[in-house]
Every structure is written in C-alpha cells, then in structure tokens.
C-alpha cells in the first residue's frame, strides 16, 4: 500500500533529494530511453531544481508504507497562456497554446508498483484541485507508457525534441483536467 505527499514551493525543493534522482535514473534505465545522457541523474537534478521554482509547481510523492521508501513520484508546473514547449516542436494545437495548462513534466513509478493503478492515482492526486482547463506531457511514443496515457483520454497534438540529444517525444494534451 503507497501513502501520498503533494508539496509545492520550498517543501517540495526539500523534498527532491538523492532518492528522486536514484528513482528517476532507475526508471529511465529501461527501453526505449536506455539511460540517455538526458536522463542522467545530474541533469535532472539540474533541471528539476530549475523547475521546482517555477509558477503552479507541485510535487506528489508515493512512499511504501511497508518500507518507507520512495515508490514513485508526479510533478508538474503551470503553463499561462501563450506558453508550449521549449525546443524544437511541430505547430500546437491554437486553443490549447492559448489556455493555461498544468505540464506534466515527471510520472516516475518503480517497475514493482505498475499495474496496480498507482501511477494513475499518482496522476490524479497531482492534477486534482487545478483549474487549468488542459493538461500537457510528453512521451515517447516507444514507451508503454504512452499507449497508457492513450487510454487514459490523452491525445497527440504533435511532437517536441526539448534538447539536441533528446528523443523525438509526442506532445499530449488532456482536456479538462479535473476528470483525470
């Protein structure tokens, strides 16, 4: 059984810690991603530190009640309006570019908790209570868990390449959010 922990602002810059970039490179380690130089754990400590500061930020956290330790973890940041992704990125879709949108930038689970449904309620406690009208991610197309966003309601509304040595990701969006 997982218990979970939203945090935002200073609580959840404290709460990213060595145990997030383990987890976060754990994962990252298996195809298609295969433990690029994008998913190190020095870049994403870089760029979540970064990112923990931005507008809307949160964070939830799944811990192991049994271990104490850290299952997985969601987190994500506010879009305003005019923003989309950063890099090289096919045409968005106008009304999404022009709505605010909370971006899903990590849904990170270790391999021994997927199929239960914790990655979904992981997803859900973090968009829960937001107002914005979309939701944002991205993810590569190779990836199970892009048929799983699929069936979850998202859809594809392009592609985005967010650094030089990234994968080519596709651009999902989720309307209304509160449903998730």
């Known amino acids: 059984m997982l218990e979970y922990a939203r945090s935002a602002g200073d609580d ?7 145990e997030y970039a383990t987890v976060y490179t754990e994962v990252y380690a298996e195809p298609p991603y295969n433990s690029g130089p994008l998913f190190s754990a ?16 949160e964070l939830v956290s799944a811990i192991d009640r ?13 879009f305003p309006a005019g923003r989309w992704w950063a ?6 879709p106008a009304e999404v570019v022009a709505a605010p949108k909370v971006a ?23 968009l829960s209570g937001r107002d914005e009208p979309y939701a944002v991610l991205t993810s590569d197309p190779a990836a199970p868990a892009h048929a799983m966003y699929e069936r979850w309601g998202w859809q594809v509304a392009g592609t985005v390449r967010s650094a030089p040595d990234a994968p080519l990701m596709d651009a999902m969006v989720l309307e209304h959010v509160s449903s998730c």
């Open 12 to 18: 959840a810059a404290k709460a990213l810690t060595e």
């Open 42 to 57: 020095e870049r994403f400590l870089d760029r979540t530190r970064r990112q923990v500061a931005s507008d809307g930020f």
């Open 66 to 78: 049994d271990s104490g330790k850290l299952a997985g973890f969601c987190f994500g940041l506010h």
């Open 87 to 92: 890099g090289e990125t096919t045409e968005p």
């Open 104 to 126: 899903v930038i990590e849904l990170i689970l270790r391999r021994p908790y997927r199929g239960h449904g914790y990655g979904k309620r992981l997803l859900g406690e973090l």
